[in-house]
C-alpha cells in the first residue's frame, strides 16, 4: 500500500497515477532537486491528517509551538519538522532583538534588526502557505543554520 503524496488517497502499489486527483506518482517520488524540500520525506497521510497542527507554530510563534507540541505528542513527523522550523525562527528573532537592545546607541543596528523583524515575519507567512499546499521546506535565512535539524 502507497498513499497519493498530494490528497493522501490510498493506492495499491502498482499504479503510476492517483485514482482520486490523478498526480503522477513516479513524477512525485522524483520530488524537487531542493536540498531543503524534505517533503518527500514525510507520509502523505501524516501531512494531510496533521496540516492544520503544523501551521499553529507560524501563525502563533512560541504558543504555537508549544500547543502544536502537545497536540502531536511527538507522533507526527511532519508536525515535528515545522515546530523545529518555526523555533529556529523565533530564537533567531529572539537574538536579534537581544543584539539590537544592547547595540541601541547605534542607532543603525536597531534599524537593521527591525528590517530583519519584517524579514522573519515574511518567511513565517511563507512557511505557512507551505504547509497549506502540505510542503516541508526550510525557511529561507535559517536553512543554513545547523541546530535543531
Ligand atoms: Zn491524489
Same mark, same amino acid.
Not at 496540516?51 to 507560524?58: E, G, N, R, S
Given at each position: 500500500? $502507497? ?6 488517497? &490510498? ?7 492517483? @485514482?482520486?486527483?490523478?498526480? @503522477? ?6 520530488? @524537487? ?6 517533503? *518527500? ?9 496533521? %496540516? ?11 504558543? /504555537? ?8 505528542? /511527538? ?9 523545529? &522550523?518555526?523555533? %529556529?525562527?523565533?530564537?533567531? @528573532? ?19 534588526? /527591525? ?6 515575519? +515574511?518567511? &513565517?507567512?511563507? *512557511?505557512?502557505? &507551505? +504547509?497549506?499546499?502540505? $510542503?516541508? $521546506?526550510?525557511?529561507?535565512?535559517? $536553512? ?6
Amino acid at each position: 500500500m $502507497k498513499f497519493c503524496p498530494k490528497c493522501g488517497t &490510498q493506492l495499491e502499489d502498482n499504479v503510476t497515477f492517483c @485514482s482520486n486527483c490523478g498526480t @503522477s506518482l513516479n513524477a512525485a517520488a522524483v520530488a @524537487s532537486n531542493d536540498p531543503f524540500d524534505h517533503t *518527500a520525506e514525510f507520509d502523505a497521510k501524516d501531512i494531510s491528517d496533521n %496540516k492544520v497542527i503544523a501551521m499553529l507554530p507560524y501563525l502563533m510563534g512560541l504558543l /504555537g509551538v508549544i500547543v502544536a507540541a502537545l497536540l502531536a505528542k /511527538g507522533e507526527s513527523q511532519y508536525v515535528s519538522f515545522h515546530i523545529r &522550523q518555526a523555533l %529556529k525562527l523565533n530564537i533567531v @528573532s529572539m537574538l536579534v532583538s537581544i543584539v539590537a537592545a544592547v547595540l541601541a546607541f547605534t542607532i543603525i543596528v536597531p534599524i537593521a534588526a /527591525g528590517i530583519f523583524a519584517i524579514v522573519i515575519v +515574511v518567511l &513565517q507567512i511563507i *512557511a505557512f502557505f &507551505q +504547509v497549506c499546499g502540505g $510542503k516541508a $521546506k526550510e525557511p529561507a535565512i535559517i $536553512k543554513n543554520l545547523n541546530f535543531l535539524k
